[in-house]
């Protein structure tokens, strides 16, 4: 699958060693459990933005070590589209708290074009980037248009 941001061509990754995790990307029950709680607390924020024909500003939505869900907004990139710099902030933002072990699971969405496997050309998508401290960790893209 090939994702593009922005117009510009990366090869995504499945990991983003946030959380410094094992190697491989790996895990079932619980972290799944979690990053996915992440994942739908987050979705109904993009989807309005896209809905409202807004470019999405990446942001993130983290679970602390006690298990709460909380918003994650960067404040070095003003509010925008994405770009790849915007993207790189919000990671080094979130690499910072993770280092400190304050962070359980992190969720980042941004806007994507993805070309599905199937062919067709590309699509307007919510990337959304789960990792757990726990080993899991998944890309999942909701196509809108």
Not at 77 to 86: I, L, M, W
Not at 90 to 110: D, P
Not at 119 to 131: F, Q, R
């Amino acid at each position: 699958m090939r994702n593009d941001r922005i117009g510009v061509r990366f090869s995504w990754i499945s990991c983003l060693g946030i959380l410094f995790l094992a190697s491989a990307c790996w895990g079932a029950g619980k972290p799944r459990e979690e990053a996915e709680k992440l994942m739908q607390a987050g979705l109904p924020a993009a989807r309005r933005a896209v809905v409202e024909g807004r470019e999405m500003t990446p942001f993130a939505y983290l679970m602390t070590l006690k298990g709460e869900i909380r918003p994650f907004i960067p404040t070095e990139e003003p509010p925008g589209p994405a770009s790849q710099a915007g993207i790189d902030s919000l990671v080094r933002s979130l690499r910072e708290g993770a280092e400190g072990g304050s962070y359980r699971a992190i969720a980042i969405f941004v806007q994507a074009r993805v070309a599905p496997p199937a062919g067709g050309g590309t699509t307007e998508a919510i990337e959304v980037m789960l990792e757990h401290r726990g080993g899991y960790c998944a890309n999942a893209f909701f196509p809108y248009t």
